[in-house]
């Protein structure tokens, strides 16, 4: 049988030659010491790419949104953020059961942000009966939202409120590369728009692992801390921050394929293409373990989402022959 056509996640991409020579050829050194060459390398990168002062890795985008969200927030006090968040949904509780910080959610229109909504739910800080609100986690792209890009104006309504409320705001950008390709939106502006943000590089860019955190140098200087506390201090980890540096140059450049490759699936499944804006599409009304399964039969593998919803994500890994190989096979299933 041909090999799977794997739509499940942009995570199941696998390091190509070119990354993984790079990878190889690393300077390294004991990166707890601040030793290592190229994971400072990446560090300052992706510093200046979002215009902050500095920045930590980390070996997941869940170890990067809990530091980056403890970082502004303190036991007891709540992060606010949809329904949908991967914050609240897939990171297992961390926030409550690692730091003691309290989670709040607003039932959003499929991710999309509405800060009106988000703003109206803060609790202040000053109240001796309520539980503080010290920030706002917003996700860009929505990943439960089928990718879908966050509108500039609410982030920047979003953050001209939170300046003024003494608010912080935490985005989680595991996904940031795909938002930015789709929108044009500079990294710097969507990294201006927060106080911390975590971006991944284990996912569109095909890294075999690796985020990294970016936020003012002095709350960097306490994310180190916990990396620590928690087990994220690694040693010669420059071999995986080359990897991150190889995704910059060579994957960063080409997320636009994956996007016109969902587009092309929109296309042949009858998906509404406004709804497909950046590397993923979601398939509604189905039944979604028999699509899944029978899909699978035939060398195509999709993430059920529910019992009705199904996803698809495409990466590096599936090319445009396999797009359409993939789009015969669930046309067929779905009559469609
Ligand atoms: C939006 C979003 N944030 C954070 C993460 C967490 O990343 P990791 O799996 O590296 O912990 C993911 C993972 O898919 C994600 O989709």
């Not at 936020?215 to 990396?227: G, K």
């Amino acid at each position: 049988m041909a090999e799977l056509i794997d739509l499940r996640s942009d995570t199941v991409t696998r390091p190509t030659a070119g990354m993984r020579r790079a990878m190889a050829e690393a300077e390294v050194g004991d990166d707890v010491y601040v030793e290592d060459p190229t994971v400072r390398a990446l560090e300052e990168r992706t510093a200046a790419l979002f215009g902050h002062e500095a920045a930590l890795f980390v070996p997941s985008g869940t170890m990067g949104n809990q530091i980056g969200m403890r970082l502004v927030c303190e036991p007891g006090q709540e992060v606010l953020c949809d329904a949908d968040a991967h914050v609240v949904t897939y990171e297992m509780g961390a926030a409550a059961a690692i730091f003691g910080i309290s989670t709040r959610t607003v039932v959003s229109s499929g991710g999309r942000l509405d800060a009106g909504q988000l703003t109206e739910q803060v609790r202040p800080k000053d109240n001796w009966h309520l539980t503080a609100t010290a920030a706002i986690a917003v996700e860009n792209s929505h990943n439960r939202g089928g990718g879908l890009v966050q509108p500039l104006d609410q982030l920047q309504a979003l953050w001209d409120w939170s300046r003024q409320a003494d608010v912080a705001v935490h985005l989680d950008g595991a996904r940031i590369w795909n938002a930015h390709a789709s929108s044009g939106v500079p990294l710097s502006t969507y990294g201006g728009l927060a106080d911390t943000a975590s971006v991944c590089f284990s996912k569109g860019l095909g890294t075999p692992v690796g985020s990294v955190l970016v936020a003012s140098a002095e709350r960097i200087a306490t994310a180190r801390l916990w990396r620590k506390r928690l087990g994220g201090g690694m040693r010669q980890v420059g071999v995986l921050a080359a990897a991150c540096l190889y995704a910059l140059d060579h994957h960063l450049p080409r997320l636009g394929e994956d996007h016109e490759h969902a587009r092309l699936l929109a296309k042949r499944l009858g998906v509404d293409p406004a709804t497909v804006e950046t590397n993923m599409v979601v398939l509604e009304g189905i039944e979604a373990p028999l699509v899944a399964e029978a899909a699978k039969a035939r060398g195509v593998l999709v993430s059920q989402v529910s019992a009705s919803r199904i996803r698809l994500v495409t990466h590096l890994d599936v090319d445009r022959a396999a797009v359409e190989r993939a789009a015969d096979v669930l046309a067929e299933l779905l009559d469609r």
